[in-house]
């Protein structure tokens, strides 16, 4: 259960036994600096993984993917869920890989799976910037959404399903109000698949 402290921090005197209060806002300026640090070291790693795919050696082994939709569909949305500063178009990627083959559900699978371990980097983003939005009135009202589990599930997976980019946002956010591992993925998984089986069927039904 995610809860919002209403009072200031108490921190250890120096050595005499005594309690420091430590002003909420000091509190969410230092949850603030954490969070942009941790989304500014993932835009490094955003920026040397482009550089890294752009080498021969990994463009040739991206190539040599392309016989396996199965691998590759995972690969390509947990690489592409990764970047959050900037949010890659994968979905009619994802379509034309499906058309390709006769088992489109588990292109489904495979690319939920990806897309859901693709997602830890936001999430991980917001978990070192925990407390960041205490005290904020926006903060309050998410809060009060993801307190409750089953809320919290819903509202991810809800987020989740829909094929467009806000949801690397929803990602950060969920992990800076300490939202638990196990309602983050569950949910993220079942939203990713529900998209996936959508279009699976599309491709079996409509453009068969």
Request: glycine content about 12%; proline content about 7%.
């Amino acid at each position: 259960m995610v809860t919002t402290p209403a009072e200031p921090a108490a921190q250890p005197g120096a050595g005499d036994g005594t309690a420091v209060a430590v002003p909420a806002a000091r509190i969410r300026r230092r949850s603030w600096l954490r969070l942009g640090g941790a989304l500014a070291a993932v835009l490094a790693l955003n920026v040397l993984a482009y550089w890294v795919m752009g080498l021969p050696a990994v463009t040739s082994f991206l190539q040599g993917l392309a016989g396996s939709v199965y691998l590759g569909s995972f690969l390509l949305a947990l690489i592409t869920n990764a970047t959050v500063a900037v949010p890659i178009p994968y979905n009619p990627i994802v379509l034309q890989m499906m058309e390709t083959t006769s088992l489109p559900w588990l292109v489904a699978l495979t690319t939920a799976a990806g897309a859901t371990l693709g997602e830890s980097v936001g999430f991980l983003a917001g978990r070192a910037g925990r407390g960041s939005f205490t005290g904020t009135r926006f903060g309050a009202w998410l809060g009060r959404q993801m307190a409750h589990p089953r809320r919290a599930f819903l509202v991810l997976l809800l987020v989740s399903a829909p094929p467009f980019p806000a949801f690397d946002v929803a990602g950060v956010t969920a992990g800076a109000l300490g939202v638990p591992a196990g309602t983050f993925y569950p949910a993220v998984f079942l939203g990713r698949l529900a998209r996936f089986l959508l279009f699976a069927a599309f491709t079996v039904w409509v453009t068969r």
